[in-house]
């Protein structure tokens, strides 16, 4: 459940600072948005997705549905919002592959607890429900609340406030990068590896997976702490990575794997992502990910 953004990319030399103009490459239209990017992930490594959210009543809606359809998820519970504009982020990529996102949420911004609970068959019956925070939290912690199988929170985009009790205490599994730990435990300053080790103890959550980046993920569970090495590639785009590597833990948990064994998955599936362009269409399906980095 989650977000459905059309994205606007356009590739820079460097991401401009603030009051800077930078030239950059032809605009290009791709499906985004955390939530549907993390669906066509999870249904590109060979799992049965639905998607539970919100597009606009727009041309932007129509691409973001039949790009979904087309990968074979579920839209049932895809509603599309009168006389409102679709998600839109705005992206800049940077030459090394990094990038520099403002979303507009649309139709997004509209998910409702009447939505979700629309969908309490859909969600009574997931293996796994993945959540991010581009909708409403009220939404957010009405789907951790019906959900039958495991809970995986992506807090991202970075919460302003506290994230409500309730929620957290739905949730099996919390998946921030560094930022977003930072900001959940806290935290005022760099977070190197060792201290996102410390900081990932401190949050409500029986299970912590900490993206690093470059530096690949930290799983922490039960007071166990394991550094996942990430395969070194070099990056042509990083947008979408860190979604990539949330539909494929839940593609490992749905397998039944271990949290140590779904994080060594998805820091494949992440990396090989960065090797492409844009977001969905960089999304690997299982035997591209075999094919670019062995079976190991």
């Not at 049965?48 to 979904?68: H, P, Q, Y």
């Amino acid at each position: 459940m989650g977000s459905a953004n059309l994205d606007l990319v356009v590739e820079v030399p460097r991401v401009p600072l603030v009051g800077e103009t930078v030239l950059g490459s032809d605009l290009a239209r791709i499906p985004g948005g955390k939530g549907a990017n993390q669906a066509v992930a999870a249904a590109r490594l060979g799992r049965s997705v639905a998607m539970i959210g919100r597009v606009g009543d727009d041309e932007g809606g129509r691409i973001l549905r039949d790009a979904l359809e087309t990968d074979g998820v579920d839209t049932s519970h895809l509603a599309t919002t009168p006389d409102v504009p679709n998600g839109v982020a705005l992206i800049a990529v940077g030459a090394d592959g990094d990038n520099s996102i403002v979303v507009s949420p649309g139709a997004n911004g509209r998910l409702s607890v009447a939505d979700v609970e629309a969908a309490s068959d859909v969600l009574g019956a997931a293996a796994v429900t993945l959540v991010q925070l581009e909708v409403p939290v009220d939404a957010v912690a009405a789907a951790a609340r019906l959900a039958g199988g495991i809970v995986v929170l992506n807090p991202a985009p970075a919460p302003s406030s506290p994230l409500p009790a309730k929620l957290l205490e739905a949730v099996d599994v919390i998946v921030p990068n560094q930022t977003e730990l930072a900001l959940l435990a806290g935290h005022h300053g760099p977070v190197d590896v060792a201290t996102a080790a410390e900081l990932a103890t401190r949050l409500p959550v029986p299970t912590a997976v900490v993206t690093l980046g470059a530096l690949g993920a930290l799983a922490v569970s039960e007071g166990n702490v394991t550094h996942v090495e990430a395969p070194e590639v070099t990056p042509v785009d990083t947008t979408a990575a860190g979604d990539s590597f949330c539909g494929a833990l839940a593609d490992a948990l749905v397998r039944g794997d271990s949290i140590v064994e779904a994080v060594r998955w998805a820091v494949r599936v992440g990396a090989v992502t960065t090797l492409r362009p844009g977001a969905q269409p960089s999304l690997p399906t299982a035997v591209e990910v075999t094919a670019l980095l062995g079976r190991s």
